[in-house]
């Protein structure tokens, strides 16, 4: 019904900076809250930053001042620039969309994955 791509993700050294995105297609009448999660080896997943339609964001505290998330609702695309990174922020990056169908019904939709990796 609905696909997320995720793309952007790779190595950088710390200090670096990476910006990850990631497009919605399918069956969308419209989309809601828009996210980025993580999930590092060993630990659960987390929600890193997440923005509404209408442009309100969030972000987890390990991050504030160091990463941006936005959105272009014409695109159903989300980005997340990384700026600033640690190596604890090594993890699998995970798309996460709330999705009004065009059927009206709505679903949560999760993208498959990008690796980000933070190392000298």
């Known amino acids: 019904q609905v696909q997320l791509v995720e793309s952007g993700g790779g190595l950088v050294q710390p200090g670096g900076s990476l910006r990850v995105s990631c497009a919605a297609s399918?069956?969308?009448?419209?989309?809601?809250?828009m996210g980025w999660y993580r999930q590092a080896p060993g630990k659960q997943r987390e929600l890193v930053a997440s923005?509404?339609?209408?442009?309100?964001?969030n972000y987890a505290d390990s991050v504030k001042g160091r990463f941006t998330i936005s959105r272009d609702n014409a695109k159903n695309t989300v980005f997340l620039q990384m700026n600033g990174l640690k190596p604890e922020d090594t993890a699998v990056y995970y798309c996460?969309?709330?999705?009004?169908?065009?059927?009206?019904?709505?679903?949560?939709?999760w993208g498959q994955g990008t690796q980000v990796t933070v190392s000298s």
């Open positions: 996460n969309a709330h999705v009004l169908l065009i059927s009206r019904s709505r679903y949560q939709f």
């Open positions: 399918g069956s969308i009448f419209s989309i809601d809250a």
């Open positions: 923005i509404t339609s209408g442009g309100y964001t």
